[in-house]
C-alpha cells in the first residue's frame, strides 16, 4: 500500500513537471472610441492585427496602456496575479434606535485595480477600476418614536470591468479577450474625452517548441445607437437592401457627423461575460435604518454564447426617488435608485465575419433622456471568426424571422377604422395611413420594437425605468400621528418591452398566408405611474387598517391569439396585423384610444 501511495505521487509530480512554463500577461489599452470601433468593424482584423495597431497608437500619444499585469503558470492549476490598492470598509453595522445612529463594527478590503486569473479549465476572468470608489451619503431615519432622529450612513460605490470567457493556453501570438467603454462613463461630463478599453493578453512559453497554436476562436461586438425617429424607416431599407455591414458604417458615420450617438459598445471573445459598470449600494433590510446592503450595476453588460447574445445598458445614471416620511419634519425622506435601462436578448446564429442587426426599441417619450431627439435604440452586433471555427461549426439550416410590433394613440372617433373584425380596409393599407396621421401630428406613435432571431427562438427588447413605490409600513399613530416608517418596497417597470418567438410551419392551403407556431407580445406604458403623496399613504393607512395606498399604472397590453381551430397564429408574411384598440380607464383617458400593429417576416 505504501509503495503504490509512493508511486502515485511520483507519477502527479512527474505529470506537473511536464507542463512548461508559460507567462500570462494582461494589458489594457485606453483607445479613441470611434477609431477603435472602425479599427474592429471596417474590415476583418486579426487580434494580432488589431493589437498592433493599438500598440502604434501608444507609441504615437493617440492611446496609452492602463493596466500591464503577468502570472507564470508552472503547472496546471489555477494562475493569478493582481496589482492596485486595497481599502477596508465597513462591513457590518450595529444600530442604537434612539438617537438613530448606526456604529461600524466589522471591516472587510476592497480591491481596486487589475485582476488576473486563468483556470484550469481554460477560464480566463480579468477585472479592472479604473479610478477610485465614490462615496455616497444615504439618510438614516427612525421616525416611529416621539422625539424622531436624522442621522447619515456612507457607502462605498465600486467601479469594475470584468472580463470572464473562455479561452485555451498556451497560444502564440496575442488575443483580444474583450472591449468595454469605462466604468465610470455615466458618470463623466458630457462632451469629455470618449474611450474604450481593450483588454489584450498572451501566452508565451519559455520553450517555444512546445508552444501551441492560437486555438480557433469569435469575436462579438455590440453596439447600441441612439438615433432619431425619423430614420428607422431608412436603416431597415438600408438592412433590406445594402446589408449590415452598411448600416453599421452608417451608424458609425453618423455618430461622427453627430446625428447619432453610441450609447453602449461592449464585446468578449468566445462564450463568455463582459460587465463594466458601477456597484451602485442601496439598503435592503429596514430601508429608512439600513441594516443590510446589496449592489446594482449601473452601465454595460454583455454575453455571448452559442448562438445567442445578451446586451443590456443604463441610459442615464439612476433617477433618486424621494419619499417623504413624516409631515412635521420635511427632511425625513427615504432615498431609493430607480434606473434606466435598455435591454436586449436575441437566439441567432451570427455571420462569420460582419454585421448583424438584431433590434431597434423606440424609447416612449415620457422617459428623459439626452439628447432628446434620439429616442430609437438600433442593436447591432459585428462577428468576427476565425475560419478555422466557421469550417468546424455545422451551419444552422433554420431560417431566420424578423418581428416588429407598433402602438399607436389616436382620436376614440376613430376606433371604428381599427377594430379588428368588421373593416373591409386591409390592415397594411390602415397601418400606412396611421403613419401618415403621425407624420402630420393628427396621431401619435408611442411605441416601436423590431427583432430578429432564429425562427422557434425567443428575442427580447425593451426600455425599462424601475419606478419604486411602498408596498408595507409601519405605524404608530398614537406616537407619531403624522409619519410612517416603509418595510416593504416594490419595483414597477415602466416603458415598452417586445418578445417574440416566431416558427414558420407549411401551409399547403394557402400560399398566400404564413402559419407560425409561438407567439408575439407588446407591453408599453403611456406615462409615468402615479405614486401616492404622503397625504395620501397616511390616509390609507388609517382608513385601510394599515393597507399602504397603491400606484396607478397606465399599461398597455396586447398579445397576438392564436387560431381557434388550429391553435397557432396566422400571418400574411411580411404584411402588419391589427391586434386591435385598447383604452385606458379613467376619465382623463375616455378621449384617446390605442391601437397595436405586428408582422412577421421570413428571411432566409
Not at 486569473?117 to 438614516?140: D, H, I, Q
Not at 446592503?293 to 449601473?298: E, F, G, K, L, R
Not at 469550417?391 to 371604428?416: K, L, N, T, Y
Request: proline share 7%; glycine share 6%; charged share 25%.
Amino acid at each position: 500500500m505504501r509503495l503504490a501511495l509512493c508511486l502515485a505521487l511520483l507519477g502527479n509530480v512527474a505529470a506537473l513537471a511536464k507542463v512548461p512554463p508559460c507567462r500570462l500577461a494582461q494589458t489594457i489599452i485606453r483607445a479613441p472610441e470611434i477609431e477603435t470601433l472602425e479599427l474592429l468593424t471596417r474590415r476583418t482584423r486579426t487580434d494580432a492585427e488589431v493589437a498592433a495597431r493599438l500598440h502604434e497608437w501608444v507609441r504615437a500619444g493617440r492611446a496609452r496602456i492602463v493596466s500591464d499585469i503577468s502570472a507564470l503558470r508552472t503547472h496546471p492549476q489555477d494562475s493569478h496575479a493582481r496589482a492596485g490598492t486595497e481599502y477596508f470598509w465597513w462591513q457590518e453595522l450595529d444600530q442604537d434606535f434612539d438617537p438613530a445612529m448606526e456604529f461600524p463594527t466589522r471591516s472587510g478590503p476592497v480591491f481596486i485595480g487589475a485582476t488576473l486569473t486563468y483556470k484550469s479549465e481554460n477560464r480566463w476572468t480579468c477585472s479592472f477600476g479604473p479610478r477610485a470608489p465614490l462615496l455616497v451619503r444615504w439618510p438614516v431615519v427612525w421616525p416611529a418614536q416621539k422625539k424622531p432622529a436624522l442621522d447619515w450612513t456612507e457607502q462605498l460605490d465600486v467601479f469594475e470591468e470584468k472580463i470572464d470567457v473562455d479561452v485555451a493556453t498556451p497560444f502564440a501570438g496575442t488575443g483580444l479577450l474583450g472591449i468595454c467603454r469605462p466604468a465610470d462613463r455615466l458618470e463623466r461630463a458630457a462632451g469629455a474625452d470618449r474611450w474604450l478599453h481593450v483588454t489584450e493578453v498572451a501566452a508565451e512559453s519559455a520553450e517555444p517548441d512546445n508552444a501551441a497554436m492560437s486555438p480557433p476562436h469569435q469575436r462579438v461586438m455590440t453596439m447600441v445607437f441612439a438615433v432619431p425617429d425619423g430614420v428607422v424607416d431608412e436603416l431597415l431599407t438600408t438592412h433590406r437592401e445594402s446589408g449590415d455591414d452598411a448600416l453599421l458604417n452608417r451608424l458609425l458615420d453618423d455618430v461622427k457627423a453627430g446625428g447619432a450617438r453610441l450609447q453602449m459598445a461592449g464585446g468578449c471573445r468566445n462564450r463568455g461575460e463582459l460587465v463594466s459598470a458601477r456597484r451602485h449600494a442601496y439598503p435592503t433590510e429596514m430601508h429608512t435604518f439600513p441594516s443590510a446592503w446589496d449592489t446594482m450595476s449601473v452601465g454595460d453588460s454583455v454575453t455571448v454564447g452559442d448562438g445567442e447574445v445578451s446586451v443590456t445598458t443604463d441610459l442615464a445614471p439612476p433617477a433618486r426617488a424621494e419619499f417623504p416620511l413624516s409631515k412635521s419634519h420635511p427632511d425625513f425622506v427615504l432615498w431609493w435608485p430607480e434606473p434606466l435601462r435598455a435591454h436586449l436578448t436575441a437566439d441567432t446564429s451570427l455571420p462569420g465575419h460582419g454585421a448583424m442587426l438584431l433590434g431597434i426599441t423606440r424609447m416612449p417619450d415620457f422617459l428623459e433622456t439626452e439628447p432628446a431627439d434620439c429616442r430609437a435604440l438600433v442593436f447591432i452586433a459585428r462577428s468576427d471568426h476565425d475560419d478555422r471555427l466557421i469550417r468546424a461549426a455545422p451551419r444552422d439550416a433554420s431560417p431566420g424571422v424578423e418581428c416588429e410590433a407598433q402602438v399607436f394613440e389616436i382620436d376614440a372617433a376613430d376606433e371604428a377604422q381599427f377594430q379588428t373584425e368588421g373593416w373591409q380596409l386591409p390592415d397594411d393599407r390602415r397601418l400606412d395611413a396611421l403613419r401618415k396621421r403621425a407624420a402630420d401630428g393628427s396621431a401619435r406613435q408611442i411605441a416601436r420594437a423590431w427583432l430578429a432571431s432564429t425562427a422557434g427562438r425567443a428575442a427580447k427588447t425593451s426600455v425599462i425605468q424601475e419606478r419604486c413605490h411602498v408596498t408595507e409600513c409601519d405605524t404608530d399613530f398614537e406616537v407619531a400621528p403624522d409619519q410612517y416608517r416603509p418595510t416593504a418596497l416594490d419595483v414597477l417597470r415602466v416603458g415598452v418591452e417586445f418578445s417574440a418567438q416566431a416558427s414558420p410551419l407549411t401551409d399547403e392551403s394557402d400560399a398566400k398566408l404564413q402559419r407560425f407556431a409561438g407567439g408575439l407580445e407588446i407591453i408599453c406604458h403611456v406615462r409615468q405611474p402615479r405614486i401616492p403623496t404622503l397625504d395620501e399613504q397616511l390616509d390609507s393607512l388609517r382608513q385601510n387598517q394599515g393597507e399602504c395606498a397603491q400606484p396607478l399604472l397606465h399599461e398597455l397590453k396586447w398579445t397576438t391569439e392564436p387560431d381557434p381551430a388550429t391553435g397557432r397564429i396566422v400571418f400574411a408574411t411580411g404584411r402588419p396585423r391589427c391586434l386591435g384598440v385598447k383604452r385606458l380607464p379613467g376619465a382623463g383617458d375616455a378621449a384617446r384610444r390605442f391601437v397595436a400593429f405586428v408582422s412577421v417576416q421570413v428571411v432566409r
